[in-house]
């Protein structure tokens, strides 16, 4: 078939996909995750089999080892996947759910119901858990779901589609609620960010050249961020135990995620009481600084930041430090250079915090704690399809809230309207 | 200066003014309103002489009285004006408002905190209130807006946005949160949509071909409806009398308006005792009936109503009329004809009200009621600067809460992350 008529008729399915699964009851969505579930867990040889041709594929294509990790399954990823679905399957269905309901002076009743979006379109890397945890995020908040891996996970991809599909379809769900495009030419991309009939919105995961490049291309509302560029400002009232140890978590525990912290912003009055120890913490774990001029007069083998530092997002262990004034110029060194991702202040001062919190609009900003909570399941979401940094619909971490909208419904008794 | 200069300045500047706004108390705000409405009041004889300007231009254009009297402004009116600020004044303001908190299970307080979308471009036809409407839900919720009225209300709205950026200014908020683009040229309208890096939302306001135009160039997201293609559907066993009430409300009471019935859906076994005395009703209002075969069979003087009539808006004293089976009909008529808009029911039978409730997912659904209360300010939201009926963002109605986005807060006591 040609390749548009065929993702055309991808995203047709999807969208007559979604009419029905917005009617069916949780039961009957928390049954197709429990197949999917069992499936996975019965075909596991079938996927690491899948998985290996990847592989094998990946190693002659050269691929590194950190990318050839991330596509690799093993017996216990897929438990892993299996885990995951279960997870799942015990939130709580976000769909028909009434957030607020009220009376009008005239008797009329006003509620606010949650209903999926519709067809959603994910778009994404290596990993191949990520089609099992898309998929089922998907379905549980009755949308329709159109995957795109990849290519260099496409046996693993096209085997995992085929089994969450045929699990949707045993618990007679219409199997098109759960596809995965097949296709690998990077046409089937464009084609499909063109299907604005048929899709509601698109969610990008991977670097920041591949969601550019999505938003570039899509005729479609795209979820999504960039990048992180987290800060830690550490107040002149900081408590200095918890901004060595806030600081240290949110370099040094996972540096390679969007939620690690990429500048350290120090208030000047307690600068040379905290720089000197924080830099040899950091430098016991192989962190590389690049400091301002004031940095680099109390920690002197610092690097020199350059302006382009401060918007970086290393995804390593580098890290640019810089000296403020005060609380003002910590603020507007993150609106200047930030991502709109997650910001923290370290501080004991009650005022301090307080404008810290009013005044810092990133999609989440934390006093006392480390970047790295920023995250669905840290914040208690039971999930997480991805962030947003962009403010319509969804900021920040999306859970199953994000994956559906508010209808209004209004209850009657006759009435009818004067003027 | 240049077009593209002047408006790219016009974003940059609101872009500016958005960031002092953000954090401006309420207070300040309430207080701009309030000079807002001083204002408007004292300078009311300015505004009629820059109105009779564009009345005067529109005559000489031959523009139709319909049209005209949109655009004329009257002393009662620019009361409404003011009596409107004084409303807008009295909403609360839903920055900074937490939505919800709870405790993690580490002790770290997460919460969801109203935060304003940033700038707003409002892209409207005629009617001037728009202008000092849209200004003042957009000051209230903390955005900077950029308004571009029709070319035919640039007078009367250029003095508008005058009196408003000055208001703003005296109260001590940068007078770029509010500004009216003064170049009538379309070209404006392009260069403005273009501005995705300073404008977060379009809302454009008006007819069909306007929204339409207004998708298709911008770069920046549009909340929008298209038209309201409304149904109400009679079921067996509806209520006579309401369903008279009703059906005669939704399409007579005010038919050039969205909200308004477009296609009466009528249930077999109810339709030889409801047609014909409700035909005769409309008859009597001078309204248009346009029926399918069935219906003819009834009512042997309708008009044939054809493919098209199905999808049509005539916001005219016309009606389409279509006989269905049964309830699964009637709804499968309305998702594959309606807009997504306002579809009411009309029926006692407490199982079918349910279905209806949750198996048709237009941005209102209704039992009971006419769908002419598919407002803003019926449904108690205060306020309305449009109707969505796309999923993203807001569904429906769009008020205050519609203008702002929310942010996560995380309040922590030296919380660091283990895994």
């Known amino acids: 078939m040609e390749i548009d008529q065929e993702i055309r008729g991808i995203a047709l399915a999807a969208r007559s996909a979604s009419r029905v699964l917005a009617a069916?009851?949780?039961?009957?969505?928390?049954?197709?995750?429990?197949?999917?579930?069992?499936?996975?867990?019965?075909?596991?040889?079938?996927?690491?089999?899948e998985n290996s041709k990847d592989i094998d594929a990946g190693k002659k294509k050269g691929l590194g080892p950190a990318l050839l990790d991330r596509l690799l399954l093993t017996p216990?990823?897929?438990?892993g996947m299996v885990k995951s679905l279960d997870e799942v399957r015990n939130l709580p269905d976000p769909v028909g759910e009434i957030t607020r309901m009220w009376t009008r002076p005239n008797g009329l009743v006003i509620g606010r119901m949650r209903i999926p979006l519709g067809v959603i379109g994910i778009i994404y890397e290596a990993r191949p858990n990520v089609t099992v945890e898309a998929a089922s995020l998907c379905l549980k908040s009755g949308n329709a779901v159109i995957l795109r891996g990849g290519s260099e996970a496409i046996y693993t991809n096209?085997?995992?589609?085929?089994?969450?599909?045929?699990?949707?379809?045993q618990a007679g769900i219409p199997d098109a609620a759960v596809q995965v495009i097949s296709r690998t030419e990077h046409e089937a991309v464009d084609i499909l960010l063109a299907q604005d009939e048929y899709i509601d919105v698109i969610i990008p995961r991977g670097g920041e050249d591949l969601i550019r490049k999505v938003v570039e291309l899509s005729r479609i509302p795209v979820l999504k961020h960039y990048k992180g560029t987290c800060h830690v400002f550490v107040d002149a009232g900081a408590d200095l135990d918890k901004a060595f140890d806030i600081c240290?978590?949110?370099?040094?525990?996972?540096?390679?995620?969007?939620?690690?912290?990429?500048?350290?912003?120090?208030?000047?009055?307690?600068?040379?009481?905290?720089?000197?120890e924080m830099a040899t913490r950091f430098r016991e774990a192989r962190v590389e600084l690049r400091g301002c001029d004031r940095a680099r007069q109390i920690i002197p083998d610092m690097k020199p930041a350059e302006e382009r530092d401060w918007f970086a997002e290393y995804l390593d262990l580098i890290l640019a430090v810089r000296i403020v004034d005060n609380l003002e110029q910590g603020i507007e060194h993150i609106r200047k250079y930030g991502s709109d991702h997650t910001d923290a202040i370290v501080t004991e001062d009650y005022s301090n915090a307080q404008r810290f919190l009013r005044e810092v609009n990133s999609s989440s900003v934390m006093v006392n704690a480390s970047t790295r909570f920023s995250d669905g399941f840290q914040y208690g979401l039971g999930a997480e399809i991805g962030i947003s940094t962009t403010r319509l619909h969804a900021y920040g971490p999306m859970g199953l809230e994000e994956l559906v909208t508010t209808k209004f419904i209004v209850l009657g008794s006759g009435q009818t309207r004067e003027s």
Chains 1, 2 share one sequence.
Do not use: W
């Not at 969505?29 to 690491?48: F, H, N, T």
């Not at 216990?76 to 438990?79: A, M």
């Not at 096209?158 to 379809?169: F, H, V, Y």
């Open 24 to 49: 069916v009851r949780s039961g009957v969505k928390d049954q197709a995750l429990e197949e999917m579930a069992r499936s996975l867990g019965e075909q596991s040889d079938e996927i690491l089999s």
């Open 76 to 79: 216990e990823r897929i438990e």
């Open 158 to 169: 096209r085997k995992l589609g085929q089994i969450l599909a045929g699990a949707a379809g």
């Open 248 to 276: 240290f978590n949110a370099k040094v525990q996972r540096p390679g995620v969007c939620n690690a912290m990429e500048t350290l912003l120090v208030h000047k009055d307690i600068a040379r009481e905290f720089l000197p």
